[in-house]
């Protein structure tokens, strides 16, 4: 089985999981897998995670054909208690229509700019709550290993 070191996500993919995490789009499956509906409940992603083997893997976008470890494991790591989890800000994150946003700007940092302009979030709290979060997940060096041969069809 082969493995790929993956990448750091883009900042926008923290602020998704842990929107994923408040709309409750999180099924825990088993200690090691669990299920991911997106925002819009066209796709439901396969997560798999191993931390005492630095293993994961998701049927998402960003971890099977970009190389970053998507949002939905890092929701995952966060339900687990692995990641930190600001709960006011997830609060705040409730109901976002991430995959819309996404297509209308086709520019994450746009994305994020109208996210917390219209969330009337704390920029200055976000980004320390981002840096955060990735500083933790770069430590885990986590790599692909292939379980799942599909990506999430819409």
């Given at each position: 089985?082969s493995s790929?070191?993956?990448?750091a996500?883009p900042?926008?993919?923290?602020?998704e999981a842990?929107g994923?995490?408040?709309?409750?789009?999180?099924?825990?499956v088993?200690?090691?897998?669990a299920?991911?509906?997106?925002?819009?409940?066209t796709?439901?992603?396969?997560?798999?995670?191993?931390?005492s083997?630095?293993e994961v893997?998701s049927?998402?976008n960003g971890?099977?054909?970009?190389?970053?470890?998507g949002?939905?494991?890092?929701?995952?790591?966060m339900?687990?208690k692995l990641?930190?989890?600001?709960?006011n800000?997830?609060q705040s994150?409730?109901?976002?229509?991430?995959?819309?946003l996404?297509?209308?700007y086709?520019n994450?940092?746009?994305v994020?700019?109208?996210?917390i302009?219209?969330?009337?979030?704390?920029?200055i709290?976000?980004?320390k709550?981002?840096?955060?979060?990735?500083?933790v997940?770069r430590?885990?060096n986590l790599k692909r290993?292939?379980?799942y041969?599909?990506?999430?069809?819409?």
């Amino acid at each position: 089985m082969s493995s790929t070191i993956l990448r750091a996500p883009p900042r926008i993919k923290v602020l998704e999981a842990l929107g994923a995490i408040a709309d409750g789009r999180i099924e825990v499956v088993n200690e090691n897998e669990a299920l991911v509906r997106s925002s819009d409940g066209t796709r439901t992603y396969k997560v798999y995670v191993d931390v005492s083997r630095r293993e994961v893997d998701s049927t998402d976008n960003g971890t099977v054909y970009r190389g970053y470890v998507g949002y939905p494991i890092v929701s995952f790591l966060m339900i687990k208690k692995l990641l930190p989890i600001n709960e006011n800000l997830m609060q705040s994150l409730r109901g976002i229509p991430w995959k819309k946003l996404n297509e209308e700007y086709k520019n994450y940092a746009k994305v994020m700019e109208v996210i917390i302009r219209d969330r009337r979030l704390n920029e200055i709290e976000v980004n320390k709550y981002i840096d955060q979060v990735l500083s933790v997940l770069r430590r885990m060096n986590l790599k692909r290993i292939q379980r799942y041969n599909e990506v999430a069809e819409e």
